[in-house]
């Protein structure tokens, strides 16, 4: 169990203050039970100088914002103030980063509880491989938040299914108490909603219906929500790509419902024009999450012998996008000719 239930406050690293992470912070440090340090990277400079200017649908504007400390980069622990709660917020993109290294300084082994606020079906499994004595704790966010050089705009309410990603070498009454500690916390201001749950895999798969199917293929067309149903895609692509996720998720040993993708759909009105987070970031030029968000569910699906071939059309398309914008940032070098195979 960690100490951190013994503190008046506890120590919280958040790494990756994007508007995710950043409207984590505000949740956070506003419960008047943890003091946050935010670990940023390109706006460094700008939040330091001047702190965030927020404008929220929770929080109302918050000029001049900052959490009890920014830096910029993740820092080493120490033995004399070491975190309770390390809480990830950056994009899981392996082709550029490795989330395990990037967080590991801070991490001390039998203390830090780490909280993964991503996205993504079974991001888990590495983290819990990496620090086999820390709790490990997930929450798929269904917040609607963008930061630019430190301006966020927060214009759909902050909530989370937040639960234990178990450790079979842990012990479960103290994953749970660290669950509701941290729970506590975020909610402690009382405006953001992180509500406990039993099964976290089973809201991640009722996510990836959702952001596997409408983030990945708004991205590959580049229509947004409303635009890819408009012209028909609704009922070609959207729907009978959420009923082969429905299937992956059904031979994982998770029964979604019969009205799961109506839910979904429902979910996001059709007068609702919006450009989901994956088309932002091809707007952006930003490498996606391409494997976190659909290619880790159709890993399970060739495990589990599920056909799905609209899924698999769309990853193809979806590394096809991911190439080019890998190879724009430098990331990777285009080949100056494929070979023939290539295009078979």
Same mark, same amino acid.
Request: aromatic share 6%.
């Given at each position: 169990?960690?100490?951190?239930?013994?503190?008046?406050?506890?120590?919280?690293? &958040?790494?990756?203050?994007?508007?995710?992470?950043?409207?984590?912070?505000?949740?956070?440090?506003?419960?008047?039970?943890?003091?946050?340090?935010?670990?940023?990277?390109?706006?460094?400079?700008?939040?330091?100088?001047?702190?965030?200017?927020?404008?929220?649908?929770?929080?109302?504007?918050?000029?001049?914002?900052?959490?009890?400390?920014?830096?910029?980069?993740?820092?080493?622990?120490?033995?004399?103030?070491? !975190?309770?709660?390390?809480?990830?917020?950056?994009?899981?993109?392996?082709?550029?980063?490795?989330?395990?290294?990037?967080? =590991?300084?801070?991490?001390?082994?039998?203390?830090?509880?780490?909280?993964?606020?991503?996205?993504?079906?079974?991001?888990?499994?590495?983290?819990?491989?990496?620090?086999?004595?820390? &709790?490990?704790?997930?929450?798929?966010?269904?917040?609607? =938040?963008?930061?630019?050089?430190?301006?966020?705009?927060?214009?759909?309410?902050?909530?989370?299914?937040?639960?234990?990603?178990?450790?079979?070498?842990?012990?479960?009454?103290?994953?749970?108490?660290?669950?509701?500690?941290?729970?506590?916390?975020?909610?402690?201001?009382?405006?953001?909603?992180?509500?406990?749950?039993?099964?976290?895999?089973?809201?991640?798969?009722?996510?990836?219906?959702?952001?596997?199917?409408?983030?990945?293929?708004?991205?590959?067309?580049?229509?947004?929500?409303?635009?890819?149903?408009?012209?028909?895609?609704?009922?070609?692509?959207?729907?009978?790509?959420?009923?082969?996720?429905?299937?992956?998720?059904?031979?994982?040993?998770?029964?979604?419902?019969?009205?799961?993708?109506?839910?979904?759909?429902?979910?996001?009105?059709?007068?609702?024009? !919006?450009?989901?987070?994956?088309?932002?970031?091809?707007?952006?030029?930003?490498?996606?999450?391409?494997?976190?968000?659909?290619?880790?569910?159709?890993?399970? =699906?060739?495990?589990?012998?599920?056909?799905?071939?609209?899924?698999?059309?769309?990853?193809?398309?979806?590394?096809?996008?991911?190439?080019?914008?890998?190879? =724009?940032?430098?990331?990777?070098?285009?080949?100056?000719?494929?070979?023939?195979?290539?295009?078979?």
């Amino acid at each position: 169990m960690s100490e951190s239930t013994h503190q008046s406050k506890r120590n919280v690293l &958040v790494i990756g203050a994007g508007g995710v992470g950043t409207m984590a912070c505000v949740a956070l440090e506003r419960s008047g039970m943890a003091s946050v340090t935010a670990a940023l990277r390109s706006n460094y400079e700008k939040v330091l100088r001047d702190g965030f200017e927020i404008e929220s649908v929770d929080h109302g504007k918050l000029s001049g914002w900052r959490p009890s400390h920014v830096v910029n980069k993740v820092p080493h622990v120490s033995a004399e103030s070491p !975190f309770d709660y390390v809480v990830v917020t950056l994009k899981t993109i392996p082709e550029i980063n490795n989330i395990v290294e990037i967080i =590991a300084p801070s991490i001390t082994p039998n203390r830090t509880t780490i909280v993964l606020l991503q996205n993504g079906i079974y991001i888990e499994p590495p983290i819990i491989d990496a620090f086999q004595t820390n &709790v490990v704790l997930s929450g798929p966010s269904y917040i609607g =938040a963008h930061q630019h050089n430190g301006h966020v705009i927060h214009d759909d309410p902050d909530r989370y299914h937040l639960g234990v990603f178990h450790n079979p070498k842990l012990d479960p009454e103290d994953e749970r108490r660290n669950l509701e500690d941290f729970a506590s916390i975020y909610n402690g201001a009382g405006i953001a909603h992180a509500t406990i749950v039993a099964d976290i895999v089973h809201y991640r798969w009722r996510k990836a219906l959702w952001n596997g199917i409408f983030n990945t293929m708004c991205a590959v067309t580049q229509l947004d929500n409303a635009a890819i149903r408009r012209f028909g895609g609704e009922h070609s692509l959207i729907r009978p790509g959420m009923a082969e996720m429905a299937k992956i998720a059904q031979a994982d040993g998770y029964n979604l419902g019969d009205k799961v993708i109506d839910e979904m759909v429902d979910a996001t009105p059709i007068e609702l024009s !919006f450009r989901p987070s994956m088309l932002v970031d091809v707007d952006k030029g930003n490498p996606l999450e391409v494997e976190v968000v659909l290619g880790n569910a159709l890993r399970i =699906a060739r495990q589990k012998g599920v056909q799905t071939p609209i899924l698999d059309n769309t990853y193809r398309f979806l590394k096809l996008v991911q190439a080019r914008l890998l190879a =724009a940032r430098g990331y990777i070098s285009e080949p100056k000719e494929l070979p023939t195979a290539d295009f078979i």
